[in-house]
């Protein structure tokens, strides 16, 4: 199973991508998704295949979801714990 798809990028949240199947575009991508999601950017489409090499994602599984849900939702990575506290405490002036 081979598809065309297009990614796009968040204008909301850092990091959050949605995959959908260049000629449906978003449109079986749900309205309060989409309005979480904010306006989307296109980043690029390309040709996913299983075999295809994703950085933080499986090939498979973004074909499965796009085939039954019409999209595919990558989350931002998990944060390290080092910077879950970086601001914690932090003076006023925001100079440390």
Not at 12 to 18: G, N, Q, T
Not at 55 to 62: C, E, I, M, N, Y
Not at 69 to 93: A, S
Request: glycine share 4%; with cysteine.
């Amino acid at each position: 199973m081979k598809k065309i798809c297009s990614v796009f990028r968040s204008s909301k949240k850092d990091e959050m991508y949605l995959y959908v199947d260049k000629t449906e575009k978003m449109t079986r991508v749900p309205d309060p998704l989409k309005e979480m999601f904010g306006a989307p950017v296109h980043v690029f489409d390309m040709l996913l295949t299983p075999e295809k090499e994703l950085s933080r994602v499986d090939a498979t599984q973004v074909l499965e979801d796009i085939r039954v849900k019409g999209y595919f939702l990558q989350m931002p990575p998990p944060k390290e714990d080092y910077l879950l506290n970086i601001h914690q405490d932090r003076p006023e002036t925001g100079v440390r």
